[in-house]
């Protein structure tokens, strides 16, 4: 695997320079950016591109415009399926870092494409986890949004139709307490199991448990919750956190496609920990009244944004009077892997 160390350039000279008295600065998080699965997808990825050959992922390979345009100069390509990419003349196809459900595979062997599966270890960690616990009995009720690729995949290989993605009491179609009878009460099945889309915030997936819990639990109901949010997430979450209570910021800025829900995710954390938190895509982003009166700014990113975009950003609060973060940011340590 290829692994890029990823350093601050120089700042660029500065359009307003800080008075010497200036207390402005410029915090970035400990953890940030590109996570662990996504550089490897794109790794894997980058290495069998070639123009020649063009791989069409199916669907989105990462959610961030600038790389997916990066890309496409490299001759991969997104289609929404693989009868699309059978249609535009592909012959190779792609697995996402989110994952797929079986049919993918079984599709591209019926067209004779070749598959090349870049799925993050930990999302098929959650895919077997669930096909093990549909074994052992359990609906499966996963904690992440419908609509995501890594959530229809893990239902998809769950092969059950006792599996449903929520993130509220109200997604689910029980609303009474095992044991409770009366009109219009549905409650639970006996055995309940919650896994979590890798990117959620553990505060919220405890007290969506805890809530679905309480129905399960009575007249010897079981329950599971299983804790899968991956380490890249959790470190990138106490990495926010840092930034408000040790560092104690002013203003952060989320830097991330506006498709990435782990981005959206770190701006509505810092906004609900008091906070004002800004989700950009750009530097051009920035409205320069929002750093009106601003000292210090924390800088952070979803795991699909690649460091020249964090660069971009932080040369552009340099350009604006912000003196350049010391130390940059964090290197990567291309011996890590997380905990799985
Ligand atoms: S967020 Fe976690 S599970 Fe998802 S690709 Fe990154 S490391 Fe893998």
């Known amino acids: 695997m290829t692994t890029a160390t990823a350093t601050l350039a120089a700042p660029a000279a500065t359009a307003s320079a800080a008075p010497a008295t200036s207390r402005r600065r410029i915090v970035v998080a400990d953890e940030l950016g590109y996570c662990w699965g996504v550089r490897r997808a794109l790794d894997i990825i980058q290495d069998a591109a070639s123009v020649e050959a063009k791989i069409a992922p199916v669907g989105d390979v990462i959610h961030n415009p600038q790389v997916v345009e990066r890309l496409r100069g490299r001759g991969v390509e997104g289609a929404a399926s693989v009868d699309e990419a059978v249609g535009r003349g592909f012959k190779r196809v792609a697995i996402t870092a989110h994952g797929m459900g079986p049919h993918l595979a079984k599709e591209a062997e019926a067209n004779h494409l070749e598959l090349i599966d870049t799925t993050c270890p930990l999302v098929t960690k959650v ?79 405890m007290a969506f448990a805890n809530e679905l819990q309480a129905l399960v639990i009575p007249e010897g109901g079981e329950f599971r919750l299983c804790n899968t949010i991956c380490e890249p997430t959790s470190e990138r979450q106490t990495a926010l956190k840092k930034l408000v209570e040790r560092d104690r910021v002013d203003l952060i800025l989320a830097i991330g496609g506006r498709k990435s829900s782990n981005t959206a995710r770190l701006a509505d954390v810092g906004n609900r920990m008091g906070v004002t938190s800004y989700h950009i895509e750009r530097p051009t982003d920035i409205d320069d009244a929002w750093l009106a009166g601003v000292e210090s700014i924390g800088v952070t990113a979803g795991a699909s944004t690649p460091d020249d975009v964090i660069e971009e950003v932080v040369d552009h609060l340099v350009a604006r009077g912000y003196p350049a973060p010391e130390g940059g940011i964090r290197p990567v340590d291309p011996e890590y892997v997380p905990a799985y």
């Open 127 to 205: 895919q077997r986890l669930a096909q093990k616990l549909v074994r052992q009995g359990y609906f499966i009720v996963v904690y992440g949004d419908a609509y995501h690729p890594e959530v229809k995949s893990v239902i998809a290989w769950s092969g059950t139709s006792k599996a449903l993605a929520a993130k509220k009491l109200s997604d689910l179609p029980w609303n009474a307490r095992r044991g409770e009878v009366g009109e219009g009460k549905v409650a639970p099945p006996r055995k309940v199991a919650v896994v979590s889309q890798t990117t959620k915030n553990v505060d919220e997936l």
